[in-house]
């Protein structure tokens, strides 16, 4: 149950040298909570909602504030306990273990139906905490850029031999992940067209910087696209409707796109997902008087998205998954070959997973601009990717920053082992204003069960197996992270997933730079190993050249 009191405040993390907490241990997660609830992080921050339909960072206020208020008073030998957003009491542990400890709407197998979590949550004992919502690393849409980047790359060079001008790009929903889809798309060098139900959504990004212009129609926004190829550039246009309907109607036209997706926040059909017809005023009111009618209504308006997706595929363009389930919601509404084109993982993005490549986040907790543009200037001499320096040049240039600046690149174990222990050393040396977190999306390799997602299609058929993002979280918290989570739903809903994350303060101490080699050393090892176990011939590569190593041997900090 979501407390209507109190819930008009305006929550910003403390910027700054001076800690507000005992040690930047906790410090460190308390800025990042309250950085998730920033209003220019969250999409709904009144509600605690940080994105993905009802992804939340806290159950409700009070809990909320209890939480603040822990993590004031606790020491570095204690561990806080969080339960679906709820504190839950505090640990006596020591100075290696995590200060918090975090579950979220995990349900045991047979009970794990949106069905069940919805009656709990009505009953305030769950909360959906999406993927790094509850986990506090959000860092608006720029933490997913990099990655819908990546992916759209990728896609480039599978379907146009590597060059992706004068091709646009079909998709929907703007919120706080799909959000990052034009800005991303632009970048890779196509023009995209986003279809999204809420205007106050398109403008919040062209606000931000990831949307360039709005359409009033339909064919407007067919011609700024137009237009834009006639001039050799690559345009973003945000129009509203509703996908269904917009896709539907692009299908007669004459101007198809080249590649077709989706990120509307399908994978929750009560709260992410708005049916065809209705406005948002009466879908609003029905999800409070007919959730069960309006569930019912938006799957049937996914069935009618998904078969024009299948159209689009049928005429020989790449249609893919972009993980929101929306393949599942259609399959049960009647579509029965809603499988046929593929989930963006397993098209685009395994290969780099058996490369151990995972994502490498890093938040300046001062606050200070500058603190990311001296990392990012050290990293491009520390990272040996030579596309990393490529890609801050662009981010630079065109990423604004949304509450604590941060940034975020896709590297392999080396390299994310060598820039954490560089952030550490840097933060040693005085050369940043305060300490840096150094975290990850939730998606990753090893830290995900994700059937129809992150594992989708795994060569042995283990797809369902959750072992992996046990072992993945598991080992963060041996390894010394400073938080940690292991969430249940995220990406595609209750009964769907089975996810890990973490998140390591960098404050500059011996004993941290221990913790950062191991955890990040670890993650990326549980990844390649999962990869290899399945049978992926790169992935066991990658193991006998990466995996057990001592990084922390070698690396030079200053001493006090
Ligand atoms: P969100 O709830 O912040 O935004 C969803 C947006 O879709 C909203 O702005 C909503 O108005 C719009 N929308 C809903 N129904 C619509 C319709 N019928 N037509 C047009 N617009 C509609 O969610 P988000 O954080 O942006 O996440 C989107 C989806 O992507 C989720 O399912 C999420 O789980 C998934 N996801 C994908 C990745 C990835 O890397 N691909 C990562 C995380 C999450």
């Not at 690559?234 to 590649?259: R, T």
Request: hydrophobic fraction near 40%.
């Amino acid at each position: 149950m979501i407390s209507k009191k109190a819930n008009q405040r305006i929550v910003r993390a403390a910027r700054g040298p001076e800690c507000t907490a005992r040690s930047w241990q906790t410090e460190a997660p308390l800025r990042m909570l309250m950085n998730n609830l920033d209003p220019e992080v969250a999409e709904n921050p009144e509600e605690l909602i940080v994105y993905g339909g009802r992804g939340r960072a806290a159950r409700n206020w009070e809990a909320f504030d209890r939480i603040v208020g822990t993590l004031r008073e606790m020491s570095d030998e204690e561990t806080l306990l969080i339960q679906s957003g709820k504190p839950v009491g505090v640990l006596k542990t020591h100075a290696d273990a995590p200060r918090v400890m975090i579950a979220n709407s995990n349900l045991v197998g047979k009970w794990a139906t949106t069905e069940v979590f919805d009656e709990l949550e009505r009953q305030g004992l769950i909360m959906f905490g999406q993927m790094t919502a509850g986990s506090w690393t959000f860092i608006g849409s720029q933490g997913i850029v990099g990655g819908t980047f990546e992916t759209f790359v990728e896609a480039g060079r599978q379907h146009f031999g590597g060059d992706l001008s004068g091709k646009w790009l079909l998709t929907g929903g703007l919120g706080g992940m799909g959000g990052a889809q034009p800005l991303a798309g632009v970048m890779a060098g196509c023009s995209v067209l986003a279809v999204e139900m809420r205007a106050s959504r398109i403008a919040r990004r062209i606000e931000s910087g990831y949307l360039e212009r709005q359409a009033e129609t339909l064919g407007d926004a067919l011609e700024m696209i137009r237009q834009a190829k006639a001039r050799g550039e690559a345009v973003s246009v945000g129009i509203v409707g509703n996908a269904a309907e917009v896709y539907e109607q692009i299908l007669e036209g004459d101007m198809l796109p080249d590649l077709v997706t989706d990120q509307t926040a399908a994978h929750d059909p009560l709260h992410g997902y708005i049916p065809a017809g209705w406005t948002l005023a009466e879908w609003e009111k029905q999800r409070e008087n007919d959730p069960t009618g309006t569930i019912k209504a938006a799957k049937a308006t996914m069935a009618r998205q998904v078969r024009a997706m299948l159209a689009f595929r049928d005429r020989g363009i790449p249609v893919f998954d972009y993980g929101n389930n929306i393949r599942q919601m259609a399959l049960e509404s009647g579509i029965e070959n809603a499988f046929d084109f593929p989930g963006f993982i397993q098209q685009y993005i395994r290969p780099q997973f058996c490369r151990g490549r995972t994502q490498f986040r890093w938040v300046a907790l001062s606050g200070e601009v500058e603190d990311i543009r001296v990392t990012s200037a050290e990293l491009k001499n520390v990272v040996k990717d030579q596309a990393f320096t490529r890609w801050i040049d662009m981010a630079e240039s065109r990423i604004k920053f949304q509450g604590l600046p941060s940034r975020s690149y896709w590297m392999g174990l080396q390299d994310r082992v060598a820039a954490g222990l560089a952030l550490n050393r840097m933060v040693a040396e005085g050369k940043v204003a305060a300490p840096i977190v150094v975290t990850r999306d939730h998606i990753s390799s090893g830290s995900v069960a994700s059937p129809n997602r992150e594992s989708e299609g795994m060569l042995d058929g283990s797809d369902a197996i959750a072992d992996w993002p046990m072992l993945n979280a598991l080992s963060a918290c041996a390894s010394g992270a400073t938080w940690m989570s292991l969430h249940h739903g995220g990406g595609v809903g209750i009964g769907y997933s089975q996810h890990a994350g973490f998140a390591c303060v960098a404050d500059g101490s011996e004993a941290a730079a221990r913790r950062i080699a191991r955890v990040l050393g670890n993650d990326s090892s549980v990844a390649i190993f999962r990869h290899a176990d399945a049978g992926y011939e790169q992935a066991a590569k990658t193991a006998r050249d990466e995996c057990i190593w001592r990084p922390y041997e070698s690396a030079t900090f200053p001493r006090a």
